[in-house]
């Protein structure tokens, strides 16, 4: 067997941050600055972290105790992470449910997406998971890096959205280094082969029902067809744009050679400190208050 060389970086350190949000203070049904399609994508987003995150944890769960020490380690962190955000995440669905929305067409559609690994060997989930997780990284960086896709949000529901970020991008290369472990004694061709179309696969499931969900939670909002369709499209692809912004990060993944920590981002986990330290002082005196 030959040794594999990781790019991740000897000092990262993959640390759970247990933290609870919205618990206290009740946000508004249109949390994201009163915009239907803004509050409708992340909330059709949240809808599937925690079925989706509970599958991203039993699919790397499943390689490792045949993992070296440094990345059984990570994977310790990364599913202690991954499980606290679909606590979260299912705080938050149910804070949207008691608002009104009903996620029960949006919850089908991503069990229906689980479901189709089901049965198929363990490396044919960690592909999708390792897929997925960069999908979720660079989502996280551009979240991170642009302050203008929170913009307006309140406060704390901004805070949990960061908070997730911030700990995707320290796990992001977790789940691609054990399906490299997974796979190491695949050729290089078929290991590009199989993740290229896995990211294809992923990415339409992932772009066609995020924008329908989030077009389904709009019409219960009340706002339909051409004009819903424009919003949301004009939101996601022009201003702030989220999906025509990661696009070049997506394209990465394709070039030979790539990993996640090609590009090492944690100077964006220490601006989330900062304003984490602030917003949690705000808490205490309004607690104390
Ligand atoms: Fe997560
Ligand atoms: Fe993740």
Do not use: C
Request: glycine share 6%; hydrophobic share 40%.
């Amino acid at each position: 067997m030959t040794a594999t060389i990781l790019p991740t970086p000897a000092d990262l350190s993959i640390t759970p941050r247990d933290r609870r949000f919205g618990r206290e203070t009740a946000a508004p049904r249109l949390w994201h600055g009163g915009r239907v399609e803004a509050t409708a994508i992340y909330n059709a987003l949240s809808t599937t972290f925690p079925a989706g995150e509970a599958f991203f944890v039993e699919s790397v769960r499943a390689f490792r105790k045949d993992a070296p020490p440094k990345l059984a380690e990570e994977i310790k962190g990364f599913t202690t992470q991954e499980a606290i955000h679909s606590r979260e995440h299912d705080a938050f669905n149910k804070r949207a449910t008691h608002s009104g929305y009903d996620l029960s067409r949006l919850e089908a559609q991503v069990e229906k997406r689980l479901a189709v690994t089901r049965g198929k060997p363990p490396v044919v989930s960690l592909g999708a998971t390792m897929a997925l997780e960069h999908f979720t990284a660079i989502l996280a960086h551009q979240l991170l890096a642009n302050p203008r896709h929170l913009d307006g949000a309140e406060s704390e529901t901004a805070d949990l959205w960061r908070w997730h970020a911030v700990e995707e991008i320290e796990h992001k290369g977790v789940a691609y280094d054990t399906w490299l472990h997974a796979t190491r004694h695949w050729t290089r061709w078929k290991r590009w082969k199989v993740k290229a179309k896995v990211m294809l696969y992923v990415t339409r499931n992932f772009v066609v029902d995020r924008t329908a969900g989030a077009l389904e939670l709009m019409r219960q909002d009340g706002v339909t067809g051409l004009s819903a369709w424009t919003r949301l499209l004009w939101y996601l692809w022009v201003r702030p744009g989220m999906f025509r912004k990661i696009a070049g990060a997506w394209m990465k993944f394709f070039l030979p050679g790539f990993h996640p920590w090609n590009e090492d981002d944690r100077h964006l986990l220490g601006r989330y400190a900062a304003i984490a330290s602030g917003s949690e002082a705000k808490r205490k005196v309004r607690r104390a208050a």
